[in-house]
């Protein structure tokens, strides 16, 4: 019989086995959002403040509009599967075409969005975190050479250790860590004193913290011990000025060590985002002060330039699981329309008929389930407030 393979007995035998394929390809797929779903109740639950924060950049008429184009796809789709199975070729082209211009149209809708927010730099990433160049000078610095620690050995400490909190520099990581080359703190304690600390660290909701950050004992390195803390510290004092490499015997200042700047110069290069002022979030897994909840009971959306100083803390953690649930629905929409494309070829050429239909309705189970992950995408994305 045409159409036939010859290790299937019939075409009800050859139809069955692929309708199991398909639906267990399928069953991958549904893993693989699986997880990504999970992440997302993840950091729903860990920052629900910056999730209804974000939803202002995100336009329910947009998303509302792309909902409605693929359901609309999703009925020309059966309908093209209906009208094969009768062999009414004219009819199941126009349908699978009507599909093919919603999925155009879907991903010509998710272009207008993601065009807005990559001009205005919302692709989350290392482009939220706020970066400055540390100037080496003595104007109102605050002169501390690391007399009781190695600031070679600190230096290769804070880098494994402390930069990715704290920065470089010293200068901060919004979210992550506070700043420390212009600290109070760290000018009004000696550096035994900061040992002390670093080694007992402070919990988020201590009361004399304002960030509402967790400092982890050792810093979350439990391999530290006191003299390599007393390491890090000496390094941090240099922070303040140009950093200086300090003879162990003499205390003297024996050679200057640059700070490398290529790294320094890359993070300034990158775009800064310039999106609306809305009130920042909660930073870290704290919970909110009262009033910083009492600030964040209202989102507004005034058109004033976001700067660093009222950049939201976890930013990038929405814009980057935004861009990577709704951009992986897309890839899944650009091989959705090759396989429309490809049924309309064959369907074209006459390959199917009333008995052989089985890739059309593979090609709209695939389809079908596109569009139901959009589904769930809209309201956990577009309808969070």
């Known amino acids: 019989m045409p159409?036939?393979?010859?290790?299937?007995?019939?075409?009800?035998?050859?139809?069955?086995?692929?309708k199991l394929g398909i639906w267990l390809f399928l069953a991958t797929e549904i893993l693989l959002f699986g997880g990504l779903f999970c992440g997302y109740a993840v950091f729903r639950a860990n920052h629900p403040y910056l999730f209804a924060w974000g939803e202002q950049f995100l336009d329910e008429r947009y998303g509302a509009l792309n909902t409605a184009v693929l359901l609309i796809s999703s009925l020309?789709?059966?309908?093209?599967?209906?009208?094969?199975?009768?062999?009414q070729k004219n009819r199941a082209m126009v349908s699978l075409f009507i599909t093919f211009l919603c999925a155009c149209g879907f991903m010509f809708i998710k272009s207008i969005e993601y065009e807005h927010k990559f001009h205005d730099h919302l692709v989350g990433g290392i482009g939220f975190y706020q970066v400055s160049h540390h100037e080496g000078g003595d104007e109102g610095g605050h002169v501390v050479i690391g007399s009781h620690g190695d600031t070679i050995k600190g230096k290769k400490l804070w880098d494994a250790t402390c930069r990715s909190c704290h920065g470089a520099s010293g200068e901060g990581v919004p979210g992550q860590g506070t700043v420390l080359n212009s600290s109070t703190y760290v000018h009004d304690h000696t550096d035994h004193e900061l040992v002390e600390f670093i080694m007992v660290g402070r919990e988020a909701t201590s009361p004399d913290t304002v960030l509402y950050l967790q400092m982890p004992p050792k810093g979350g390195n439990p391999m530290l011990k006191e003299a390599d803390i007393l390491d890090i510290v000496a390094y941090m004092r240099t922070l303040e000025i140009a950093p200086v490499?300090?003879?162990q015997a003499t205390h003297a200042v024996v050679e200057s060590i640059p700070i490398a700047e290529d790294e320094g110069d890359f993070l300034s290069s990158l775009p800064r985002s310039t999106v609306p002022h809305a009130n920042p979030s909660p930073q870290g897994l704290a919970p909110p002060g009262a009033a910083e909840a009492q600030k964040m009971a209202v989102f507004v959306r005034p058109e004033v330039p976001q700067t660093d100083e009222n950049r939201p803390a976890n930013a990038h953690l929405f814009f980057g699981l935004y861009f990577l649930m709704t951009g992986l629905h897309g890839i899944?929409?650009?091989?959705?329309m090759v396989v429309i494309g490809w049924l309309m070829w064959?369907?074209?050429?006459?390959?199917?008929?009333r008995q052989y239909y089985a890739p059309v309705e593979c090609g709209g189970?695939?389809?079908?389930?596109?569009?139901?992950i959009w589904i769930f995408l809209f309201p956990l994305w577009y309808l969070i407030a």
């Open 332 to 336: 899944h929409v650009l091989i959705g």
């Open 346 to 353: 064959r369907l074209q050429r006459g390959d199917f008929n």
């Open 245 to 247: 490499a300090v003879d």
């Open 365 to 372: 189970l695939y389809w079908h389930i596109v569009d139901v």
């Open 3 to 18: 159409n036939v393979q010859h290790h299937f007995r019939d075409i009800a035998h050859q139809h069955d086995a692929a």
């Open 76 to 87: 020309t789709m059966a309908m093209a599967i209906t009208f094969v199975q009768r062999e």
